[in-house]
């Protein structure tokens, strides 16, 4: 940013001792558009020394995927954004066989289970059930009177969502991949930490009578962000950046506008 | 100085013993890869589950639990001190059986379970058994008397010939009389008997409490393959397709064209007659059945607009079509005032009086309205979640889908919907039970539900 060119510095008008319009040695002064000093870049010195940069939803450490930065002034869409309450969605990979203190495979051991009863099929309710038992928080935690006929109509559209605080709430999960002992599930959720997913993998396999630790979580969407948008490593350049930018600004703006009016 | 010296002396005589030589003993260090490797693989595996482990079957109850009707003594008669007495269980609660339960229904405040075994004991109720409808209970303090309160489930002892080999298939309960159908001897009829709902000629000043009679009845065109108790009458099918009924029939609702008590099973005629009719139902005083074309056709109560698609009359004594164009019906349930039928497709149409299921907007409508199957947990993410079966209450609905998710709505009767809470609920809501819900029975103040574990 510091590289690129900055804008020309400004001009004034300066009577300077110089040659006189007259021939000969006699000094007069003499107008001439010089630059501001003051504005010299070596006087001034680099443009941008700090940025502010916010961050979006969390993603800790042993986690990867969409990571939403917000830029100087965009840090107040930031704020917008985290009040719409849009779902994120994550690929989660797990391991049957195992329990370990911190839900992930890189804990310590607590337990070896055998997992050779588990089937397709019998994830496939889990899974359903839990989905089931997420949707009735999802309803109850939005704060919205179910005698209404509005609360019918939200609920018919599926429109119903917790608009403020509330514990993670899953509202969409399928197993994507099914092959003893590992397995990926893909989770839409709200108001979640990705230590809670871990949670949810190690009890989907004390729920099958096993044991299931986390191996991968994998964010692939936040609200509008997807892993499109994404810029990778080899991308942190600021053209890169300038364009992610661009590209993503109208799809926030309708979304701030539809979800908060 | 004085200390010093004795020790000295002391020294002098007897050495201390040389410490033992271990060194110093110090915390375990952060194991390396490989120590951490080994230990894993040598951890015991442990085993919860074998392959071949089946999944239990489960019955699990809720509802108002003062009539004793959910089976479980302590909420009604604490055992212990600290128990207190729980009018209204709001949540699935298991209910302990000794066998496997194949049916289960919800009268006015009692219920019956059977199993479909050829042990000795196949049918167990519970509840009110003032009427006799859960035959007869003896007393163990009196042995001449019975019980007017049965609060656990209790053998019914049926007369059978072939007790060993004889199967029940279903049962059935309607405001104070029962009906039992098994495979090879008939149905068995017991409870009241004051409109002739039981099959056999009125007595006049009967009494029916702590009664030993069960009535058993075979004349039927052909073998009984669904008994029905409306609230008091009964009706039922043959497996050539044909519905006979018995009872009281003010409303019309024993379909034989009159208004009277009919006291011995008589079929139906009028627009069923000629019609293989593959399911019937009733609680109230309305009843519906549903034809192998997947027509559906209305008898008895019209007082709440459900048969006023056909007829303004209130109360009709003849089985009418009832022609709606919302595709072949699979199934029909009939409640108090509302009905529900389910089409092939997987939709539920409600209509009749009270609260439907779309919202507190629609509380009557002649003719069958949608219930959108997003309410039933379809969405663009799940597009193959179907409602299976539909089941009725005296003012409550009930739909099953093919995940084996139980949604209930309607009138919050004394916590009998089992959501947890007591307001009515206006459209459909899950009711979370720890399991894969295979039926449901829903009475008027309570629900029994027969549930199939996840593993």
Redesign the interface.
């Known amino acids: 940013l510091n590289a690129a060119a900055g804008r020309a510095p400004r001009q004034h008008v300066r009577f300077l001792p110089g040659p006189a319009g007259d021939g000969g040695g006699a000094t007069g002064l003499v107008a001439a558009r010089v630059p501001v000093l003051a504005e010299h870049p070596l006087v001034r010195g680099p443009r941008f020394r700090r940025l502010k940069i916010g961050a979006g939803h969390r993603l800790d450490v042993k986690a990867s995927g969409v990571f939403v930065l917000g830029i100087g002034h965009g840090n107040k869409l930031l704020t917008d954004l985290y009040n719409c309450h849009l779902t994120k969605v994550y690929t989660v990979g797990g391991l049957f066989?195992k329990a370990t203190d911190d839900f992930s495979d890189t804990g310590k051991?607590v337990?070896?289970?055998?997992f050779?009863?588990i089937t397709r099929e019998?994830l496939e309710?889990?899974l359903?059930?839990i989905?089931?038992?997420n949707?009735?928080a999802l309803?109850m935690y939005s704060n919205i009177d179910?005698?209404?006929?509005e609360?019918?109509?939200l609920?018919?559209?599926?429109l119903i969502r917790p608009m403020g605080k509330s514990p993670p709430i899953i509202t969409?999960i399928?197993c994507l991949q099914f092959a003893l002992p590992e397995f990926q599930l893909e989770i839409?959720c709200l108001h979640e930490t990705q230590q809670y997913l871990r949670k949810i993998v190690h009890e989907i396999g004390l729920?099958?009578?096993?044991s299931a630790a986390c191996t991968q979580v994998r964010r692939i969407r936040d609200g509008v962000f997807t892993l499109e948008d994404a810029l990778l490593r080899t991308h942190w350049n600021l053209q890169s950046i300038q364009n992610a930018i661009s590209d993503c600004q109208l799809k926030v703006k309708t979304e701030l506008e539809k979800t908060l009016g | 100085r004085g200390a010093g010296a004795m020790w000295g002396a002391l020294r002098g005589a007897r050495r201390p013993p040389p410490p033992l030589c271990r060194g110093l003993a110090k915390p375990a260090g952060p194991q390396s890869v490989r120590q951490l490797r080994e230990?894993?693989e040598a951890?015991?595996?442990?085993?919860?589950?074998?392959?071949a482990?089946k999944r239990k079957d489960r019955v699990f109850v809720w509802g108002f639990s003062y009539s004793g009707a959910l089976g479980v003594p302590s909420f009604v008669k604490p055992d212990v001190g600290w128990k207190k007495p729980r009018r209204i269980q709001g949540t699935p609660y298991r209910l302990e059986t000794e066998e496997k339960i194949s049916s289960a229904a919800c009268g006015y405040g009692f219920t019956l379970l059977s199993s479909n075994t050829t042990d000795i004991t196949k049918v167990w109720g519970m509840g009110l058994n003032k009427d006799s409808q859960l035959g007869f209970q003896r007393s163990i303090r009196d042995r001449t008397k019975g019980y007017e309160y049965v609060l656990e489930p209790s053998p019914i002892p049926l007369p059978l010939e072939k007790p060993q080999q004889t199967r029940v298939l279903q049962v059935s309960c309607g405001r104070a009389h029962s009906l039992i159908l098994t495979d090879s001897e008939g149905v068995f009829t017991m409870g009241n008997n004051s409109y002739g709902q039981c099959g056999r000629k009125v007595v006049e000043d009967e009494t029916y409490s702590e009664s030993h009679l069960i009535h058993q009845l075979k004349e039927f065109d052909s073998g009984v393959v669904q008994v029905v108790c409306g609230q008091d009458h009964s009706l039922f099918r043959t497996k050539k397709g044909a519905v006979y009924a018995c009872g009281w029939g003010a409303d019309g609702q024993t379909g034989l064209g009159h208004y009277n008590i009919t006291s011995v099973p008589t079929k139906l005629r009028g627009d069923i007659a000629g019609v293989n009719i593959i399911q019937v139902s009733s609680y109230g005083d309305c009843c519906l059945a549903v034809s192998d074309e997947g027509d559906v056709f209305g008898w008895g109560n019209s007082e709440y607009l459900q048969l006023a698609s056909v007829t303004e009359t209130t109360q009709v004594n003849v089985p009418r079509h009832l022609p709606f164009k919302i595709g072949k019906i699979k199934e029909a349930a009939c409640g108090g005032t509302g009905n529900i039928v389910l089409t092939e497709e997987g939709n539920v149409f409600v209509w009749g009086y009270g609260i439907l299921g779309?919202?507190?907007?629609l509380t009557e409508t002649a003719v069958p309205e949608m219930i959108?199957p997003?309410?039933f947990?379809w969405?663009d993410?799940?597009p193959d979640i179907r409602v299976a079966h539909v089941r009725c209450g005296l003012s409550q609905f009930a739909a099953l889908t093919n995940?084996?998710?139980l949604f209930v709505w309607g009138k919050n009767l004394r916590g009998c919907l089992g959501t947890g809470r007591m307001?009515?609920?206006?459209?459909p809501?899950?009711v979370?039970v720890p399991g894969?819900v295979v039926d449901v029975a829903c009475g008027v103040d309570h629900m029994v539900s027969m549930v199939k574990s996840?593993?």
Do not use: C
């Open positions: 066989g051991l337990e070896k289970t055998t050779d009863h019998k309710r889990i359903a059930v989905q089931g038992s949707h009735k309803l179910m005698k209404t006929q609360a019918y109509e609920a018919v559209k599926g969409a399928r839409h729920e099958l009578k096993s | 230990a894993e951890a015991p595996v442990f085993r919860y589950a074998g392959k482990a779309k919202g507190p907007n959108p997003s309410l947990g969405s993410f799940n995940r084996g998710e307001e009515d609920q206006y459209f809501w899950r979370t894969e996840f593993t």
